[in-house]
């Protein structure tokens, strides 16, 4: 099974300011890997795919990084709707994906 | 519009079965692969099952291996979840979850995704 590894597990960061959050897969994944932002009592919804594709209708300030096992989603300049958990989830074994453990980002 | 939306869930306790439908509609149902996700209360998420667009074949997670079994009808733009043996570690939120398709590079992340339907296993 691949194991997906995010950092930090909470991140403080002020509007405005640049987030960057971390995934780590056990093995090589190449690029296939995806990014969620769930909201409290809402669906996940995806806002990268193929490591640096976004979705439809994602805002420019999203970007995704990364190849192999090293993997980043910066947000550029957080807007207040930004605040949520984040998941990376990879596809390299579809269909049995794995999902990390998550990072909330939070309000400094 | 690409909408799914579930139903099925409630309260059972230990030992008992649900079954959870998703609907689907705004696109042609039956080429897609379909998957479950489920999310305990203030927890992750977690793939638990996927079916081919024709129904076969199917893939369990190893926590759903032997108690769970996805199914879908085309005909009705429907998919199922059966749950039997229920344990209180399955009480979570299950969503459907349709899989972006690109036709050069195949299946990947999940895109379109239904409001959940919430299960709790519970003496």
């Known amino acids: 099974d691949i194991a997906m590894t995010q950092s930090p597990t909470t991140l403080s960061v002020s509007p405005g300011e640049r987030a960057t959050l971390s995934c780590r897969a056990s093995q090589d994944i190449s690029t296939k890997i995806g990014w969620y932002q769930q909201k409290p009592g809402q669906a996940p919804r995806l806002l990268i795919y193929a490591a640096s594709t976004r979705a439809t209708g994602i805002p420019a300030r999203f970007s995704g990084s990364g190849s192999g096992t090293e993997f980043t989603l910066t947000i550029s300049s957080l807007q207040s709707e930004d605040f949520a958990v984040y998941y990376c989830q990879q596809y390299h074994n579809w269909p049995l994906y794995t999902f990390g453990q998550g990072t909330k980002l939070e309000i400094k | 519009e690409v909408q799914l939306v579930e139903s099925g869930g409630g309260l059972v306790q230990p030992g008992e079965s649900l079954r959870l439908s998703c609907l689907a509609s705004?696109?042609?149902?039956?080429?897609?692969?379909m998957t479950w996700v489920r999310q305990a209360p203030g927890r992750g998420l977690e793939w638990v099952s996927t079916i081919s667009g024709s129904g076969s074949p199917t893939y369990y997670a190893d926590s759903a291996k032997g108690r769970f079994t996805v199914s879908r009808d085309n005909s009705k733009s429907t998919l199922y979840l059966q749950l039997n043996s229920l344990r209180v570690e399955d009480s979570a939120v299950y969503y459907c979850?349709?899989?972006?398709?690109?036709?050069?590079?195949?299946?990947?992340?999940?895109?379109?995704w239904g409001q959940g339907t919430l299960v709790t296993v519970s003496s």
């Open positions: 705004g696109f042609t149902f039956r080429t897609y692969t």
């Open positions: 979850a349709r899989p972006y398709y690109d036709s050069l590079t195949g299946y990947s992340n999940l895109d379109y």
